[in-house]
């Protein structure tokens, strides 16, 4: 309401002002159109800027501008208060001055009282008033209505203020943001947002928005309105228009409007948490230091890109909520846009802390991520078992450490790691010797308390120490122990029970083989490693005569007795033996083993039960798939797979494939898919598979039935004629013959009828095209009544016959027009004239009518007359009147005999198209002369 006033008093002091400067008028020759504004003007003030002037006789409710800019080198005058015209002319005289800019461009004026003046800019200096300001006294220094700068002598006062969005137009459920930028000199001053309803015949003020800007501070503002849901249209298409307002005291500066559409609720939704809310805290080594990272939140309403985040942290367990944080929290970050890290300093050292991460959008709604706590950690773990180090399964060149795992202060146990140094001199007894001297095997390994040392050489005394490490870095030293390595091992293993193999489980392809584990003086029994050898040949007696034939079967394995063996062929003896070796390389061969499979006598086992698929199915083509096929010798890259087709189904075994069958190719092996060509379209086909494996035994597949697909189009029946009956003005039935098809029987097939009023439905592309559809598809008809049609129309039709496979045929186009039964249109409103009038005879004339369909040519007339005047219509003139001649057609003119002197008589004229309606003229009245 204060804004409304305010405009309200603005108005009043324009016009009471308007008419003054009438008297400036004679003076300066000021235009009529100019506007006056309101303005304060102090001692040592400047003006500069651009000044929005409201257009001349504007309402309070416009928003319509004028601008105006004042520059450098534009003349001013400056004019004080005055009451009459002789106040004005002699100020005028005495007192007007013109006024120069300073340097910066401002208007300068000097040792002037503060009081009520009126400015004049003369901007062409041609002596007309193109700017006119009146100034009255003001505390404040901006109007409602008008934007401008104000300026003493080389010092800001109070900078306008500036307003922005960061759009023009919101859905509704939004919140709007506006941004305010400004400066204040001399004390702190409370800048609020206004929102104004700008719909209406009077403004009124829907929200407001506070906050303050510090004294001597340019600060700009972000102000968050929720748009309610009250404020959106009746519908979701209309857009209300609002207006924001900074004001700054009483006074309102410059606006920006939107508008608002939709009519969903305002956001009251909280952001989600990046990742489930999680946070992770590392400490740094100085541990008075910690960065926490997590994942950025995401918003219904908010982008994600302007999510604030805030973070709090606590030495105690009681930040868990954003309540808590608020609460119980020291910030470590303030708000801050768009970001997922922060590092936080002066930190106390061992302290246990809690830290969390507050998310906040756009409308202000705040959610929490989960709170996690950490400890600054600078004390190294404590090495377990007092840094005890032991070994066993000492070796020529391995042997295992062995120590107990270490606690820490801060890091669990199970996240301590562990790095083994060893040295030939004992000079790892400190972290630093260990990494400057020490050699490193392997690399650092969480949670572990053992470790394999290999790589050693034999005979020689080595020193070991572990270093544990946790979390922050921080590492610790075990007890150094020493080892001597044995002596390099140079004695072979012993073959188990004397090297005897063993065979069991014979078949065509394959076997099993058996031996009793072998011993060794160093190397456990359960390390010894065994490689199987294989040949059809006698020669693998020897370790030599093993590795050079080259028949190993697999690589080495560690302690084993038994292995299966695969792939072997049929009815053929074998020689198998196998080297032991310790881990020092040394190897024995136990004693070479004579089997011979037994004979191939099994088919090969279709896969998938035998099931056969068909894709890409086409006229005449296909491709089969099927699943590779299994036996019990022959690998499955051995098989080999041959296919067979029929038109009939005969080919369900494989002596009926061979026998019936039409092959495709010839076999081929580790197939499972073939393409067939050549087929016969719309024909159904019987598919099969033969298997064979290498010792020549056979298996048949699963017999599959496809048919190739029907491309060919139905044929229309007698040559696709549609003939039509029962046509009347809207509507007529459609006949045509049953089409055929080569696949479809006739009942199947299905026919759609099309019309349309343009000669355009000649195929089934046109049809589809450019046709009207009537109804839809139905099967076995010959018949279609057709309803809603125009009268007096011609159109055509057509029938599209489809059959099972989609394909289509278009029938011949039926022409026919719907029955007429508009009547005639006489020429000339039914005008009628008479002419050559005589006592027994005249001449009348017409103008020729016009029809729907029927073409002039072809309208007929006939002529009638009546000494009655109560006949009006068609059916009263051919009832009561008499005709002269009878219909003739295309005439405009007749002459009519046979009549009696000084006698009245009433004529018409009936005309009739070529569906027999009949319009009637006007009546002409005339009388024969005596």
């Given at each position: 309401?204060?804004?409304?006033?305010?405009?309200?008093?603005?108005?009043?002091?324009?016009?009471?002002?308007?008419?003054?400067?009438?008297?400036?008028?004679?003076?300066?020759?000021?235009?009529?159109?100019?506007?006056?504004?309101?303005?304060?003007?102090?001692?040592?003030?400047?003006?500069?800027?651009?000044?929005?002037?409201?257009?001349?006789?504007?309402?309070?409710?416009?928003?319509?501008?004028?601008?105006?800019?004042?520059?450098?080198?534009?003349?001013?005058?400056?004019?004080?208060?005055?009451?009459?015209?002789?106040?004005?002319?002699?100020?005028?005289?005495?007192?007007?001055?013109?006024?120069?800019?300073?340097?910066?461009?401002?208007?300068?004026?000097?040792?002037?009282?503060?009081?009520?003046?009126?400015?004049?800019?003369?901007?062409?200096?041609?002596?007309?008033?193109?700017?006119?300001?009146?100034?009255?006294?003001?505390?404040?220094?901006?109007?409602?209505?008008?934007?401008?700068?104000?300026?003493?002598?080389?010092?800001?006062?109070?900078?306008?203020?500036?307003?922005?969005?960061?759009?023009?137009?919101?859905?509704?459920?939004?919140?709007?943001?506006?941004?305010?930028?400004?400066?204040?000199?001399?004390?702190?001053?409370?800048?609020?947002?206004?929102?104004?309803?700008?719909?209406?015949?009077?403004?009124?003020?829907?929200?407001?928005?506070?906050?303050?800007?510090?004294?001597a501070t340019t600060t700009t503002l972000t102000f968050i309105v929720t748009i309610p849901s009250e404020w959106a249209g009746s519908d979701a298409t209309s857009k209300?228009?609002?207006?924001?307002?900074?004001?700054?005291?009483?006074?309102?500066?410059?606006?920006?409007?939107?508008?608002?559409?939709?009519?969903?609720?305002?956001?009251?939704?909280?952001?989600?948490?990046?990742?489930?809310?999680?946070?992770?805290?590392?400490?740094?080594?100085?541990?008075?230091?910690?960065?926490?990272?997590?994942?950025?939140?995401?918003?219904?309403?908010?982008?994600?890109?302007?999510?604030?985040?805030?973070?709090?942290?606590?030495?105690?367990?009681?930040?868990?909520?954003?309540?808590?944080?608020?609460?119980?929290?020291?910030?470590?970050?303030?708000?801050?846009?768009?970001?997922?890290?922060?590092?936080?300093?002066?930190?106390?050292?061992?302290?246990?802390?809690?830290?969390?991460?507050?998310?906040?959008?756009?409308?202000?709604?705040?959610?929490?991520?989960?709170?996690?706590?950490?400890?600054?950690?600078?004390?190294?773990?404590?090495?377990?078992?007092?840094?005890?180090?032991?070994?066993?399964?000492?070796?020529?060149?391995?042997?295992?450490?062995?120590?107990?795992?270490?606690?820490?202060?801060?890091?669990?146990?199970?996240?301590?790691?562990?790095?083994?140094?060893?040295?030939?001199?004992?000079?790892?007894?400190?972290?630093?010797?260990?990494?400057?001297?020490?050699?490193?095997?392997?690399?650092?390994?969480?949670?572990?308390?053992?470790?394999?040392?290999?790589?050693?050489?034999?005979?020689?005394?080595?020193?070991?120490?572990?270093?544990?490490?946790?979390?922050?870095?921080?590492?610790?030293?075990?007890?150094?122990?020493?080892?001597?390595?044995?002596?390099?091992?140079?004695?072979?293993?012993?073959?188990?029970?004397?090297?005897?193999?063993?065979?069991?489980?014979?078949?065509?392809?394959?076997?099993?083989?058996?031996?009793?584990?072998?011993?060794?003086?160093?190397?456990?029994?359960?390390?010894?490693?065994?490689?199987?050898?294989?040949?059809?040949?006698?020669?693998?007696?020897?370790?030599?005569?093993?590795?050079?034939?080259?028949?190993?079967?697999?690589?080495?394995?560690?302690?084993?007795?038994?292995?299966?063996?695969?792939?072997?062929?049929?009815?053929?003896?074998?020689?198998?033996?196998?080297?032991?070796?310790?881990?020092?390389?040394?190897?024995?061969?136990?004693?070479?083993?004579?089997?011979?499979?037994?004979?191939?006598?099994?088919?090969?086992?279709?896969?998938?039960?035998?099931?056969?698929?068909?894709?890409?199915?086409?006229?005449?083509?296909?491709?089969?798939?099927?699943?590779?096929?299994?036996?019990?010798?022959?690998?499955?890259?051995?098989?080999?797979?041959?296919?067979?087709?029929?038109?009939?189904?005969?080919?369900?075994?494989?002596?009926?494939?061979?026998?019936?069958?039409?092959?495709?190719?010839?076999?081929?092996?580790?197939?499972?898919?073939?393409?067939?060509?050549?087929?016969?379209?719309?024909?159904?086909?019987?598919?099969?598979?033969?298997?064979?494996?290498?010792?020549?035994?056979?298996?048949?597949?699963?017999?599959?039935?496809?048919?190739?697909?029907?491309?060919?189009?139905?044929?229309?029946?007698?040559?696709?004629?549609?003939?039509?009956?029962?046509?009347?003005?809207?509507?007529?039935?459609?006949?045509?013959?049953?089409?055929?098809?080569?696949?479809?029987?006739?009942?199947?097939?299905?026919?759609?009828?099309?019309?349309?009023?343009?000669?355009?439905?000649?195929?089934?592309?046109?049809?589809?095209?450019?046709?009207?559809?009537?109804?839809?598809?139905?099967?076995?008809?010959?018949?279609?009544?057709?309803?809603?049609?125009?009268?007096?129309?011609?159109?055509?039709?057509?029938?599209?016959?489809?059959?099972?496979?989609?394909?289509?045929?278009?029938?011949?186009?039926?022409?026919?027009?719907?029955?007429?039964?508009?009547?005639?249109?006489?020429?000339?409103?039914?005008?009628?004239?008479?002419?050559?009038?005589?006592?027994?005879?005249?001449?009348?004339?017409?103008?020729?009518?016009?029809?729907?369909?029927?073409?002039?040519?072809?309208?007929?007339?006939?002529?009638?007359?009546?000494?009655?005047?109560?006949?009006?219509?068609?059916?009263?003139?051919?009832?009561?009147?008499?005709?002269?001649?009878?219909?003739?057609?295309?005439?405009?003119?007749?002459?009519?005999?046979?009549?009696?002197?000084?006698?009245?008589?009433?004529?018409?004229?009936?005309?009739?198209?070529?569906?027999?309606?009949?319009?009637?003229?006007?009546?002409?009245?005339?009388?024969?002369?005596?």
């Amino acid at each position: 309401m204060k804004k409304i006033i305010c405009v309200l008093c603005i108005t009043i002091l324009v016009s009471i002002f308007m008419s003054g400067c009438t008297l400036l008028d004679k003076i300066l020759g000021k235009d009529d159109d100019d506007t006056a504004v309101t303005v304060v003007v102090g001692d040592n003030y400047l003006i500069n800027g651009i000044v929005n002037v409201p257009a001349a006789g504007a309402s309070k409710a416009t928003t319509e501008k004028v601008q105006y800019k004042i520059q450098a080198g534009v003349v001013a005058y400056l004019l004080s208060d005055f009451a009459t015209e002789a106040d004005l002319l002699d100020f005028k005289n005495k007192f007007l001055q013109k006024i120069t800019t300073n340097s910066l461009g401002y208007y300068v004026f000097n040792g002037l009282a503060k009081g009520k003046y009126n400015l004049i800019f003369d901007a062409n200096d041609d002596g007309k008033c193109d700017l006119f300001i009146k100034s009255v006294e003001s505390s404040e220094t901006v109007s409602e209505t008008v934007q401008y700068f104000v300026r003493e002598y080389n010092t800001l006062v109070n900078a306008i203020y500036s307003i922005t969005a960061d759009k023009s137009e919101y859905d509704h459920g939004n919140s709007a943001i506006f941004t305010v930028t400004g400066y204040n000199k001399d004390e702190d001053k409370e800048v609020q947002i206004e929102i104004w309803n700008e719909n209406d015949s009077e403004k009124y003020l829907l929200k407001t928005a506070k906050q303050t800007v510090p004294k001597a501070t340019t600060t700009t503002l972000t102000f968050i309105v929720t748009i309610p849901s009250e404020w959106a249209g009746s519908d979701a298409t209309s857009k209300p228009s609002y207006r924001a307002y900074v004001a700054v005291g009483e006074n309102q500066l410059s606006s920006v409007g939107f508008s608002i559409s939709g009519s969903a609720e305002g956001d009251t939704s909280a952001p989600t948490t990046g990742n489930s809310g999680t946070i992770a805290a590392v400490f740094n080594q100085d541990t008075t230091s910690v960065t926490l990272t997590w994942t950025k939140g995401t918003d219904t309403v908010t982008d994600s890109t302007k999510l604030e985040y805030i973070v709090y942290y606590s030495l105690s367990n009681n930040i868990d909520t954003a309540e808590n944080a608020k609460k119980n929290g020291t910030i470590g970050m303030s708000w801050t846009a768009d970001t997922g890290t922060i590092s936080i300093i002066g930190l106390v050292s061992e302290t246990q802390y809690y830290f969390n991460v507050l998310s906040k959008d756009l409308s202000g709604n705040v959610t929490a991520y989960t709170m996690i706590s950490a400890k600054g950690d600078a004390t190294g773990p404590a090495s377990g078992n007092s840094g005890t180090i032991t070994t066993d399964n000492v070796g020529a060149e391995t042997l295992t450490l062995n120590w107990t795992k270490a606690t820490d202060a801060v890091s669990v146990q199970g996240t301590l790691q562990y790095l083994v140094y060893f040295s030939t001199s004992n000079n790892l007894d400190t972290v630093a010797n260990c990494e400057a001297i020490g050699t490193t095997f392997e690399a650092y390994t969480a949670n572990i308390s053992s470790k394999n040392i290999t790589g050693l050489t034999s005979s020689t005394t080595y020193y070991f120490n572990v270093i544990v490490k946790d979390e922050a870095g921080n590492k610790s030293l075990y007890t150094t122990v020493t080892q001597a390595t044995t002596a390099p091992d140079t004695v072979d293993p012993i073959p188990g029970n004397s090297g005897t193999i063993t065979t069991a489980s014979v078949a065509a392809a394959s076997l099993t083989l058996n031996w009793t584990a072998g011993t060794d003086n160093i190397t456990d029994q359960a390390n010894l490693k065994y490689l199987v050898y294989k040949s059809t040949s006698n020669n693998i007696d020897t370790i030599a005569n093993c590795e050079a034939n080259d028949t190993a079967v697999g690589t080495y394995t560690a302690n084993i007795t038994t292995t299966d063996l695969n792939g072997l062929l049929p009815s053929t003896t074998y020689y198998f033996n196998l080297i032991v070796k310790d881990e020092a390389g040394n190897k024995s061969v136990y004693t070479t083993v004579t089997q011979a499979t037994t004979a191939d006598t099994t088919n090969p086992t279709p896969g998938n039960s035998g099931i056969i698929t068909s894709a890409s199915v086409s006229s005449t083509s296909l491709t089969l798939n099927w699943t590779a096929a299994t036996d019990d010798v022959s690998t499955q890259a051995n098989l080999e797979y041959l296919v067979y087709y029929s038109a009939s189904n005969n080919i369900t075994s494989v002596v009926k494939c061979v026998e019936n069958g039409t092959t495709d190719g010839v076999y081929a092996s580790n197939i499972t898919t073939k393409n067939i060509t050549g087929l016969s379209s719309s024909d159904p086909y019987y598919f099969n598979v033969v298997v064979r494996d290498e010792a020549g035994h056979s298996a048949i597949f699963s017999t599959l039935t496809q048919s190739t697909i029907d491309n060919i189009n139905p044929t229309p029946g007698n040559s696709g004629t549609i003939t039509s009956a029962s046509v009347a003005s809207t509507s007529l039935t459609l006949n045509w013959t049953a089409a055929t098809d080569d696949y479809s029987t006739p009942a199947n097939l299905q026919y759609l009828a099309y019309y349309s009023t343009n000669n355009d439905i000649t195929s089934v592309a046109n049809c589809e095209d450019n046709g009207t559809a009537i109804g839809s598809y139905a099967s076995n008809i010959t018949t279609k009544g057709v309803t809603d049609l125009t009268s007096s129309t011609i159109y055509y039709f057509n029938v599209v016959v489809r059959d099972e496979a989609g394909n289509q045929a278009a029938f011949s186009p039926l022409t026919q027009a719907t029955t007429d039964i508009t009547n005639p249109i006489p020429g000339n409103s039914g005008t009628i004239t008479s002419a050559s009038v005589s006592s027994t005879s005249l001449t009348l004339n017409w103008t020729a009518a016009t029809d729907n369909f029927s073409s002039q040519a072809n309208l007929e007339y006939l002529v009638y007359y009546s000494e009655l005047g109560n006949i009006t219509n068609v059916g009263d003139w051919e009832a009561n009147g008499n005709f002269f001649g009878s219909y003739a057609s295309n005439i405009t003119t007749k002459s009519v005999t046979g009549l009696s002197s000084s006698k009245t008589y009433y004529f018409n004229v009936v005309v009739k198209d070529e569906a027999e309606n009949k319009a009637v003229y006007s009546t002409l009245l005339q009388a024969t002369n005596p």
